[in-house]
């Protein structure tokens, strides 16, 4: 999984990515049960998004509804911006010992740092090696830390840049317009938290340009 690689959130703050998936053709058949049970466990951590990677708490679900949703070939994702919160989540998970992979992603050394607290011996390490070509055309960075948070895509530059202008004209709170960021990233990675201490530094600044 590598759609979380590319988050630009360094200057927010701790940002942590926890999902639990099986694999086609070797453990999906009835997949569904455990990744239940891998939902109740993440979500008693104090997650700041968590989803079943179709439908999450910053799109209003609840959690009955989001486990109601579950299917085998789905998976469970989750945002943290604490770091405890993120290690007690992953403990819960490695005790559990579902036989599910699991995939995290934050800053290097942060994450090594945790499982190497808890005993885990990563498998596989992916890293971003950046951006090539004509930076020019990207948005500004005040900007791509917003877009970033959803790897897929769904948080397009223009939204962002509309949802800022809504809160420098007081229509909407940093707090608001972080949930709404939130509310079309469909697999739950997003971090409302760290959108709405993005949107109060380019409130504080008065510019998103930088």
């Known amino acids: 999984m590598t759609h979380t690689l590319h988050r630009r959130t ?3 703050g701790e940002d942590f990515t926890l999902m639990v998936l099986a694999a086609y053709g070797i453990n999906m ?3 569904s049960k455990k990744f239940r049970q891998v939902f109740r466990l993440i979500s008693d951590m104090n997650p700041d998004n968590i989803a079943n990677d179709c439908f ?20 469970i994702t989750s945002a943290f911006s604490d770091r ?5 989540a992953l403990k819960k998970v490695k005790e559990a010992d579902l036989g599910l992979s699991v995939v995290v992603t934050g800053n290097y050394s942060a994450v090594f740092e945790i499982t190497e ?6 498998h596989t390490v992916n890293m971003s090696l950046g951006i090539f070509g004509n930076k020019s055309l990207l948005p500004k960075e005040n900007i791509l830390s917003l877009c970033t948070m959803c790897g897929h895509g769904m948080v397009s530059k223009q939204r962002v840049e509309n949802t800022i202008e809504e809160v ?3 229509k909407l709170t ?3 317009a972080g949930e709404q960021l939130a ?14 201490l993005a949107l109060k530094n380019i409130r504080r600044s008065g510019r998103y340009d930088s």
């Open 10 to 12: 360094e200057t927010l």
């Open 29 to 31: 058949e009835g997949a």
């Open 56 to 75: 999450s708490r910053c799109m209003g679900y609840t959690d009955e509804e989001i486990l109601g949703g579950v299917k085998d070939a789905l998976s």
């Open 84 to 88: 405890t919160h993120f290690k007690n």
């Open 117 to 122: 607290e808890l005993g885990i011996k990563p």
């Open 168 to 170: 420098k004209s007081g």
């Open 174 to 176: 940093p707090e608001k």
């Open 183 to 196: 509310s079309t990233c469909t697999c739950g990675i997003f971090n409302p938290k760290l959108a709405t």
